[in-house]
């Protein structure tokens, strides 16, 4: 990293809470690895178990990060150790909210000794669910700031929300199921029933998601996005620079280090068995396959994507997570015989993968996700082409961002549910994979993206504005 001096102003101490997913506790790693780098103090503030699992702090910035350990409240039917939404069982995810918003009142106290003791937080930056932080941050006259990790496209499509919720929350969601400068018409069916339900009030918790974030939102001073105007001209424009009246500071891609940085165990990439396998492949012959740690996918959508895999005769490597509704062992969620009829050209890990160091190898060739805005970071800081199956949140309108910068295909999906077919799969895959003149245009609007994801000094430039905003905000 490059980053600008900030000698000639004291270093800051920023507190930072993630939501309890991995999709937002390690950009928020990497977020305050790039203050440290710049010799501010962090402290990052999450459950026991979300601390043991992430991944180690790079040694040289270690001394400036400290994890802060809050653990989960108790609630009835929430088993122990289920702090976070990839621990927690089939069906008790609201549960997880209702403890989750019982973290309110240690956060509170945690702040609350924090300024007591004379080490006042000089910022406080939170998840998009994260009211009671915010809340706190007011009664301890500390400023807060909300981090949002979804695309410039999504942000602004919730100012728009903001406003028709205010007005009637009963009709907010049936109006704005469209993504930034979507029409309505182009989202399908089934993604707008599934947004609905943010603006539900659930059971146990008895507050809507979108109510937390909107609540989260008008308790801040100022959003900070993880994106910026060369990667989404037209939707940072869109947006304004303001969110329900508050400013947004691009914050840049947070791309991850393109060696790996850091692993999560302590596994050399080189002496990883997946690693080693894509040795023996050709180039660019590989389709890499990853749904991220908490896409629930059932056992039958298992199957039906191993169908569609072995039918389109590509090379593939699926980083496989046994979803969590799964009654079978390991080896029967995949369909039988699966593993037999492609040996030699398929391979399957059912655990940890280095996934940057697959992503980097010359073998591969395209990159089957679920549309994550951290995986589709990663896949085009290779510049690999997309096959899409995006699957929830997000993850349907980042899908179309890409469709729309041409660097990818969307598996095609029936437009009432949402279920795919392995003919869909496997036609998707060979198109990207197979099909010259297509593939021939995904590779080169995928290197073309690159050059921006991976152009470093502009991304630690982003940072570096970032923190002079906070100095600014922090001096009104």
């Known amino acids: 990293m490059d980053a600008v001096s900030s000698s000639s102003s004291a270093p800051l101490h920023v507190v930072l809470c993630p939501w309890l997913a991995f999709g937002h506790l390690l950009p928020y790693l990497e977020l305050a690895e790039r203050l440290a780098f710049r010799g501010h103090r962090v402290s990052y503030v999450t459950t026991p178990g979300n601390i043991a699992r992430l991944p180690p702090v790079r040694p040289d910035m270690a001394p400036l990060i400290d994890l802060v350990a809050l653990p989960l409240p108790h609630v009835d039917g929430l088993p122990d150790g289920a702090d976070s939404t990839n621990k927690v069982p089939h069906g008790k995810s609201e549960l997880l909210w209702k403890a989750f918003d019982k973290l309110g009142e240690p956060f509170s106290e945690f702040l609350g000794a924090a300024c007591a003791s004379g080490k006042r937080p000089d910022w406080l930056i939170v998840d998009i669910f994260h009211h009671w932080a915010a809340a706190a941050a007011l009664e301890h006259k500390v400023p807060c700031a909300v981090f949002l990790l979804s695309s410039a496209s999504n942000i602004a499509s919730w100012d728009r929300r903001w406003s028709s919720w205010r007005a009637d929350p009963a009709a907010a969601a049936d109006k704005l199921a469209a993504t930034g400068h979507e029409q309505p018409g182009t989202v399908p069916r089934y993604e707008s029933k599934k947004k609905t339900q943010l603006f539900a009030n659930h059971g146990p918790s008895g507050m809507s998601i979108v109510e937390r974030f909107f609540l989260a939102v008008e308790r801040c001073t100022v959003a900070a996005m993880r994106s910026c105007p060369e990667w989404e001209p037209e939707s940072v424009a869109l947006l304004n620079t303001t969110l329900m009246g508050r400013p947004v500071v691009p914050l840049g891609l947070l791309p991850p280090s393109p060696d790996g940085g850091r692993a999560a165990t302590t596994t050399v990439d080189g002496d990883d068995a997946n690693v080693r396998w894509l040795d023996a492949q050709p180039a660019s012959s590989v389709v890499y396959v990853a749904l991220g740690s908490e896409v629930p996918l059932s056992v039958e959508q298992v199957r039906e994507l191993a169908h569609g895999l072995e039918l389109a005769g590509t090379r593939f490597l699926w980083a496989l997570r046994k979803p969590t509704s799964a009654v079978v062992d390991d080896e029967d969620v995949l369909p039988p015989g699966f593993i037999q009829r492609t040996r030699g050209r398929g391979r399957v890990a059912m655990g940890w993968v280095p996934q940057l160091s697959i992503l980097a190898h010359g073998a591969v060739g395209a990159f089957l996700t679920h549309c994550g805005w951290s995986s589709i970071t990663e896949a085009l800081l290779f510049g690999r082409p997309l096959v899409m199956l995006p699957i929830a949140g997000d993850q349907g309108p980042n899908a179309r961002i890409m469709e729309g910068k041409k660097v990818g295909m969307q598996v095609p999906r029936d437009e009432d549910d949402g279920s795919f077919d392995r003919q869909g799969v496997a036609t998707t895959v060979r198109?990207?994979?197979?099909?010259?003149?297509?593939?021939?245009?995904?590779?080169?609007?995928?290197?073309?993206?690159?050059?921006?994801?991976?152009?470093?000094?502009?991304?630690?430039?982003?940072?570096?504005?970032?923190?002079?905003?906070?100095?600014?905000?922090?001096?009104?």
């Open 431 to 476: 198109a990207v994979m197979l099909d010259e003149e297509t593939r021939r245009v995904f590779v080169v609007n995928a290197k073309k993206l690159q050059g921006i994801v991976a152009d470093s000094e502009l991304h630690e430039s982003y940072i570096d504005r970032f923190i002079q905003q906070l100095r600014y905000y922090y001096q009104k």
